[in-house]
């Protein structure tokens, strides 16, 4: 190091030439303004080297800046007679110190310092002398030159070193091309993401990694600004090796010469692939989302509407006699009317506006049961392959929704496989990771039960695949689909707290995969009341709220008709009212709309049960949301009626709630 052979270099020369005293002083900034003290043959001789006010060292004052300035030792043969500062005369020959030598420390380009030495006789520096140490004090400054200049070498070194591991491994893609564009330097995020090694890109063009996604125009834009000096920024959809596309948010500039001359581009560039899909999956999942709300709101005034044609539809037949053939229109009429329930009803299951009710479910037990019915639907010349997996998880979902979810895939597999083929169903138990849920859109961590529903059938296309759960988008032929059949599953997985999704190819087939909530418990039998015989009455009273006329009318007379006694309201405080007057047990039930103008059905029905706590509630609704059950989710112990209804269900359903 620099210090110790300074030291080194001190002690030496004082001890071998016989002097009482030897100290180098260093410029800081490579000119003769000043030097401090490096090195000395003693300690504590810093009251030899006089400090000036701004603290650099003179030693002996004049003596070293005269030998700074004009380069050429300077040499005091009697300290006692020498022009000096009288301070350092007097500590001078109070130390013994008669005779001085000042040698500057200089090379061909810089001055470095200065070597003085202290004798203790006058005159005791001969001619040969002082040219041996001027010789010594110049082979001093080559020295110090040379290792100042090895450690400069050393520490560039480094810094290259350095600033070449920061390249090799940055996060982001870097690589370097000559003025034609040849690459001359890829680091390591290139050959991971491009699947190129290192010896495969030298020499060849950036074109290598051309997808032809990317429009012609980019390119021009492109080249027009790197060849005219200036910097380009965008975004190019690049192919790996392997044929797999991917996305590059990219910088790429000239490289310049000290002339000022291009001679080289580079080019930064971070994988954006994962961000381009996220970005993509959350548009999506909003433009969903709002397809939804607007399938919701019009499935409810839709429902509405049903209700009431199919409530005067079974008052005309009613009133027809069996001959009459006007009949046959009204059934006509009703038919009608329950094709377009259902198809609302498929919105109502895409939108998530569905009243559900989920259970402890085995999944197993699910597609099992329904092997019958499903090899009916797909017919004899698709193959039907059940493939559960024992033991399986039960999961959390509504089992009527699920079969629907099933069945509607088993009715596109069976559409997209003509000529026949293979239908499997398989189970399983599934750890979501968070890999996993990176590249899925709207996937959560945790503990799934996995359905998986594959066919061997014609596949999907890209295109194709990115509309595939919109309500009425189909690829099939005009009258041959209505579009709501995987907008109603995308709809139940998602109320029931699911996730799914598609994997397919052109001429690959098909495999949706449907993620359900996992819970602990065993799995529910639920079976519901079957309805037989003619539409039940009965003596009891009810109130009915509904805000809609021709719905409230229709209701009211069914009942009427069948014997009940009916108190009528068209909202929630005209309710509130009615039940008022009546006495205590006069009210049997109360049947209520749940979406109604500044009072909801849920608010009405807790608001009369506080006065009458034993009151049966029956609740109807051509849609839910948030604001009434979380998640559109039946809370236990209350009775629920979708519309559109006819009289005859309507009835069967008055009746089971008031015979609990």
Same mark, same amino acid.
């Given at each position: 190091k620099e210090d110790s052979l300074l030291k080194e270099v001190c002690g030496i020369v004082a001890k071998e030439g016989g002097y009482c005293l030897a100290w180098i002083g260093l410029t800081s900034s490579g000119t003769a303004d000043g030097v401090e003290l490096a090195a000395a043959s003693q300690e504590n001789v810093d009251y030899v080297c006089h400090r000036s006010p701004a603290g650099k060292v003179f030693g002996g004052c004049l003596l070293a800046a005269e030998a700074l300035r004009t380069g050429r030792p300077t040499h005091v043969e009697n300290m006692g007679e020498a022009t000096v500062c009288a301070c350092l005369r007097v500590v001078a020959l109070k130390l013994g110190c008669r005779c001085a030598l000042v040698l500057p420390l200089i090379t061909a380009d810089r001055v470095l310092g200065v070597l003085v030495v202290y004798s203790c006789e006058t005159h005791a520096m001969a001619e040969p002398e002082i040219e041996l140490l001027a010789e010594l004090a110049g082979d001093l400054a080559y020295g110090i030159a040379?290792?100042?200049?090895?450690? /400069?070498?050393?520490?560039?070194?480094?810094?290259?070193?350095? $600033?070449? *591991?920061?390249? /090799?491994?940055?996060?982001?893609?870097?690589?370097?091309?000559?003025? %034609?564009?040849?690459?001359?330097?890829?680091?390591?995020?290139?050959?991971?993401?491009?699947?190129?090694?290192?010896?495969?890109?030298?020499?060849?063009?950036?074109?290598? $990694?051309?997808?032809?996604?990317?429009?012609? %125009?980019?390119?021009?834009?492109?080249?027009? =600004? +790197?060849?005219?000096? /200036?910097?380009? *920024?965008?975004? &190019?959809?690049?192919?790996?090796? !392997?044929?797999?596309?991917?996305?590059?948010?990219?910088?790429i500039s000239p490289l310049r010469s000290a002339e000022g001359n291009i001679t080289h581009f580079v080019g930064i560039q971070e994988d954006v692939t994962e961000k381009k899909m996220l970005?993509?999956?959350?548009?999506?999942?909003?433009?969903?989302?709002?397809?939804?709300?607007? =399938?919701?709101?019009?499935?409810?005034?839709?429902?509405?509407?049903?209700?009431?044609? &199919?409530?005067?539809?079974?008052?005309?037949?009613?009133?027809?006699?069996?001959?009459?053939? #006007?009949?046959?229109?009204? %059934? %006509? +009429?009703?038919?009608?009317?329950?094709?377009?329930?259902?198809?609302? #009803?498929? &919105? &109502?299951?895409?939108?998530?506006?569905?009243? +559900?009710?989920?259970?402890?479910?085995?999944? !197993?037990?699910? +597609?099992?049961?329904?092997?019958?019915?499903?090899r009916r639907i797909i017919g004899e010349d698709v193959e039907l392959a059940m493939l559960p997996n024992a033991p399986l998880d039960t999961a959390l979902a509504d089992p009527g929704q699920m079969e629907q979810v099933v069945v509607n895939l088993a009715v596109n597999a069976r559409d997209a496989m003509p000529g026949g083929g293979k239908l499997i169903l398989e189970t399983s138990s599934v750890t979501l990771d968070s890999e996993f849920t990176r590249s899925h859109a709207g996937a959560a961590e945790g503990e799934f039960v996995l359905l998986t529903v594959s066919d061997t059938g014609e596949g999907i296309s890209e295109e194709a695949k990115t509309r595939l759960f919109e309500p009425f988008f189909t690829t099939k032929e005009q009258g041959k689909g209505t579009g709501l059949g995987l907008a109603t599953c995308y709809g139940i997985v998602k109320q029931n707290g699911g996730n799914i999704y598609v994997e397919s190819e052109p001429g690959s087939g098909s495999t949706f995969k449907i993620f359900l909530p996992r819970v602990n418990g065993e799995p529910e039998n639920i079976e519901a009341p079957r309805q037989v015989g003619p539409p039940p009455g009965g003596t009891e009273t009810v109130l009915v709220a509904e805000d809609e006329t021709t719905v409230r009318e229709s209701v009211v007379r069914t009942l009427q008709k069948h014997g009940y006694t009916v108190l009528s309201a068209s909202d929630g405080e005209q309710a509130l009212r009615l039940a008022a007057r009546e006495s205590p047990g006069k009210i049997d039930l109360l049947l209520t709309d749940i979406v109604m103008p500044q009072m909801s059905g849920t608010e009405l029905a807790g608001r009369i049960q506080q006065r009458r706590p034993g009151l049966r509630i029956l609740l109807t609704s051509g849609y839910t949301d948030e604001k009434i059950f979380s998640g559109g989710i039946l809370p236990s112990g209350i009775s629920f009626m979708p519309k559109p209804f006819s009289p005859e269900t309507l009835l069967f359903k008055v009746r089971e709630v008031l015979d609990r």
């Amino acid at each position: 190091k620099e210090d110790s052979l300074l030291k080194e270099v001190c002690g030496i020369v004082a001890k071998e030439g016989g002097y009482c005293l030897a100290w180098i002083g260093l410029t800081s900034s490579g000119t003769a303004d000043g030097v401090e003290l490096a090195a000395a043959s003693q300690e504590n001789v810093d009251y030899v080297c006089h400090r000036s006010p701004a603290g650099k060292v003179f030693g002996g004052c004049l003596l070293a800046a005269e030998a700074l300035r004009t380069g050429r030792p300077t040499h005091v043969e009697n300290m006692g007679e020498a022009t000096v500062c009288a301070c350092l005369r007097v500590v001078a020959l109070k130390l013994g110190c008669r005779c001085a030598l000042v040698l500057p420390l200089i090379t061909a380009d810089r001055v470095l310092g200065v070597l003085v030495v202290y004798s203790c006789e006058t005159h005791a520096m001969a001619e040969p002398e002082i040219e041996l140490l001027a010789e010594l004090a110049g082979d001093l400054a080559y020295g110090i030159a040379a290792l100042r200049t090895r450690t /400069e070498r050393s520490q560039a070194e480094n810094e290259v070193r350095k $600033l070449l *591991r920061v390249i /090799e491994q940055s996060p982001v893609i870097i690589l370097l091309t000559d003025r %034609e564009g040849k690459i001359e330097y890829v680091n390591s995020r290139f050959t991971k993401v491009t699947g190129y090694s290192r010896q495969e890109a030298l020499g060849k063009n950036p074109r290598m $990694l051309k997808s032809g996604a990317t429009s012609s %125009e980019t390119y021009q834009a492109l080249w027009s =600004a +790197i060849s005219s000096g /200036e910097e380009w *920024r965008g975004e &190019l959809q690049n192919k790996k090796k !392997n044929g797999e596309l991917y996305w590059v948010s990219a910088s790429i500039s000239p490289l310049r010469s000290a002339e000022g001359n291009i001679t080289h581009f580079v080019g930064i560039q971070e994988d954006v692939t994962e961000k381009k899909m996220l970005q993509a999956q959350f548009q999506q999942a909003q433009k969903m989302e709002g397809v939804g709300r607007l =399938a919701g709101g019009v499935a409810h005034d839709f429902n509405n509407l049903m209700t009431a044609v &199919l409530s005067y539809c079974s008052f005309l037949t009613d009133a027809l006699a069996p001959g009459d053939p #006007r009949r046959q229109d009204v %059934e %006509e +009429i009703e038919r009608t009317a329950m094709r377009a329930a259902e198809l609302t #009803r498929q &919105l &109502l299951a895409f939108s998530r506006r569905q009243i +559900i009710s989920p259970r402890v479910l085995s999944v !197993n037990g699910l +597609i099992l049961g329904m092997d019958k019915m499903l090899r009916r639907i797909i017919g004899e010349d698709v193959e039907l392959a059940m493939l559960p997996n024992a033991p399986l998880d039960t999961a959390l979902a509504d089992p009527g929704q699920m079969e629907q979810v099933v069945v509607n895939l088993a009715v596109n597999a069976r559409d997209a496989m003509p000529g026949g083929g293979k239908l499997i169903l398989e189970t399983s138990s599934v750890t979501l990771d968070s890999e996993f849920t990176r590249s899925h859109a709207g996937a959560a961590e945790g503990e799934f039960v996995l359905l998986t529903v594959s066919d061997t059938g014609e596949g999907i296309s890209e295109e194709a695949k990115t509309r595939l759960f919109e309500p009425f988008f189909t690829t099939k032929e005009q009258g041959k689909g209505t579009g709501l059949g995987l907008a109603t599953c995308y709809g139940i997985v998602k109320q029931n707290g699911g996730n799914i999704y598609v994997e397919s190819e052109p001429g690959s087939g098909s495999t949706f995969k449907i993620f359900l909530p996992r819970v602990n418990g065993e799995p529910e039998n639920i079976e519901a009341p079957r309805q037989v015989g003619p539409p039940p009455g009965g003596t009891e009273t009810v109130l009915v709220a509904e805000d809609e006329t021709t719905v409230r009318e229709s209701v009211v007379r069914t009942l009427q008709k069948h014997g009940y006694t009916v108190l009528s309201a068209s909202d929630g405080e005209q309710a509130l009212r009615l039940a008022a007057r009546e006495s205590p047990g006069k009210i049997d039930l109360l049947l209520t709309d749940i979406v109604m103008p500044q009072m909801s059905g849920t608010e009405l029905a807790g608001r009369i049960q506080q006065r009458r706590p034993g009151l049966r509630i029956l609740l109807t609704s051509g849609y839910t949301d948030e604001k009434i059950f979380s998640g559109g989710i039946l809370p236990s112990g209350i009775s629920f009626m979708p519309k559109p209804f006819s009289p005859e269900t309507l009835l069967f359903k008055v009746r089971e709630v008031l015979d609990r």
